[in-house]
């Protein structure tokens, strides 16, 4: 599956926190820190840039997806 284009920081991390038992830590300069408990504890730091870089969301996703034991498209289908 590709990798969109245009998401952005912010509405990255507002979907990983609807969705994905994120919640937002706090932020510092331009990077929002998300935090989950849930299978166990992981933090993850996401640039609030417009648009991400591709590399970036990538690294994102598939740390979030190797936490969460899920695939990098099924997270990619939630945003």
Avoid: F
């Amino acid at each position: 599956m590709r990798l969109p284009r245009d998401i952005s920081g912010a509405h990255l991390a507002s979907a990983l926190c609807r969705r994905w038992q994120y919640r937002r830590a706090h932020q510092v300069g331009s990077h929002i820190v998300l935090d989950t408990d849930t299978p166990s504890p992981h933090r993850v730091s996401i640039p609030a840039h417009s648009p991400l870089r591709l590399g970036t969301l990538n690294g994102i996703l598939r740390a979030v997806a190797a936490h969460k034991r899920t695939t990098r498209e099924t997270i990619l289908d939630s945003l």
